[in-house]
């Protein structure tokens, strides 16, 4: 049994590290395939394996999905905002930086989710049944609130609308199988390789430098903020370390590494505390989730311990992965041509998009990364484009 364990844990890593790595490939494409052949895996493989297997992906893709977000400016949803801090530190020579910045996060929300797991399961116990009735208002109030923290509001709130109805129409879209594919990734990838190649970037000379911030504010920051989207849907990392940024109100010139280290926490918490929130209220509040819940309808406390241990262990190795391969990257990415890799990368996700998606598919993905250049255009934050999943889900809730 525990070899069995052992090897599913360290397959989810190595899954992890693919996902993270390649630009389109996500942890949800990969938990629906296994869902599809599940009848199939579970005749000889035991749920709590693939459970296992799924946590260990999951943890170790929010490590490791920082890198093609500094290097390539190709990030998921839950690195859109590393873009603008991560690549300013990439034109001043500190890619390796930016990538362990978000690193050193993720590995103390390990230490944080491992701590607090039982008051947490508590309190989302306890607090989510009594909010229930109040969620799209809730998701309203954060989705003005965000928008009020910006310059221009207007353009902003512009943004919002406009991206949330393209997301209403892209969801509604009958035979468009994983519709969040392209059009995320026009709207968060693609549109802004495209304003690479039309910048015509240059990488310079790397340097490995030992990090150096303040680790308290941040991560007080993350913790406050990432419980908030463990049980409301439509809100992802970006959003919950918008919110943790104003509670601690950092305006140091250190500002964009305590950002970095911000939502590195952030991204691995939201994700933590999903499966927390599975345990606790029996609701899927991530893909990851969604996947464990197909597998295994409830959770018990025994699984709870082991999908613990699974995040202590896959978090501690996927730290040492991400360090060796950020270390790699930036020996070799000045060496290569910046415009040549962004368009290899728009070209590989265009191939992505029109497997799983089909014709349908990539005519959203023109679509959104219009859209997206567009929003980017305003120069407002890029997270006011998840209005594009905020907007249907506030609608949702508020006709059914």
């Known amino acids: 049994m525990l070899i069995e364990l052992s090897i599913f844990v360290l ?25 599809s052949i599940s009848a199939y895996l579970l005749t000889s493989v035991q749920p709590i394996n693939l459970v296992i297997f799924i946590v260990a992906m999951a943890i170790t893709h929010t490590f490791v999905d920082f890198i093609p977000s500094v290097f390539l400016g190709c990030p998921d949803t839950d690195t859109e905002l590393s873009i603008l801090p991560g ?59 965000l928008i009020s923290l910006e310059r221009k509001r207007l353009s902003a709130f512009f943004v919002f609308l406009l991206s949330g109805t393209l997301g209403i129409i892209t969801l509604n879209l009958e ?14 990838g693609s549109s802004n390789l495209i304003l690479s190649i039309k910048n015509k970037t240059v990488i310079p000379e790397q340097k490995i430098t030992k990090v150096k911030t303040k680790i308290f504010a941040p991560i007080f920051g993350a913790f406050l903020a990432a419980p908030i989207c463990s049980f409301l849907p439509g809100l ?4 919950a370390a918008i919110i943790g940024n104003n509670i601690i109100n950092r305006k140091s010139k ?26 606790a209220i029996s609701r899927t509040r991530t893909g990851a989730a969604v996947v464990i819940k197909e597998l295994i309808d409830k959770l018990t406390y025994e699984n709870l311990l082991l999908i613990l241990t699974t995040i202590a262990i896959a978090g501690l190795i996927s730290f040492f992965i ?34 799983i998606s089909k014709i349908l598919g990539f005519f959203v993905l023109i679509i959104s990364t219009l859209t997206g250049i567009y929003c980017i255009s305003l120069k407002v934050r890029r997270t006011q484009m998840m209005g594009c999943l905020l907007l249907p889900t506030i609608i949702w809730y508020l006709i059914n």
């Open 11 to 35: 397959l989810g890593i190595l899954a992890g590290t693919f996902t993270g790595l390649i630009p389109g490939i996500h942890i949800n494409l990969v938990g629906t395939f296994l869902l």
């Open 87 to 145: 690549h300013e530190l990439l034109k001043k020579g500190e890619g390796y930086q930016a990538v362990m910045l978000t690193c050193y996060g993720s590995l103390i929300a390990i230490l944080i989710i491992i701590i607090i797991s039982i008051p947490s399961i508590i309190m989302i116990s306890k607090i989510y049944y009594s909010i229930k009735k109040i969620t799209p208002y809730f998701l309203m109030f954060i989705s003005l609130f």
């Open 175 to 188: 035979n468009l199988n994983q519709p969040l594919l392209p059009l995320l990734t026009g709207l968060f």
């Open 236 to 239: 992802g990392s970006g959003q």
């Open 254 to 279: 250190n500002n964009q590494k305590d950002f970095l280290l911000l939502l590195g926490a952030t991204n691995t918490l939201v994700m933590g505390f999903s499966f927390l929130s599975l345990y």
């Open 322 to 355: 991400t360090h060796l391969i950020a270390k790699t990257t930036i020996k070799k990415i000045t060496k290569v041509n910046y415009i040549v890799i962004s368009v290899l990368t728009i070209s590989i996700l265009s191939m992505i998009v029109l497997l």
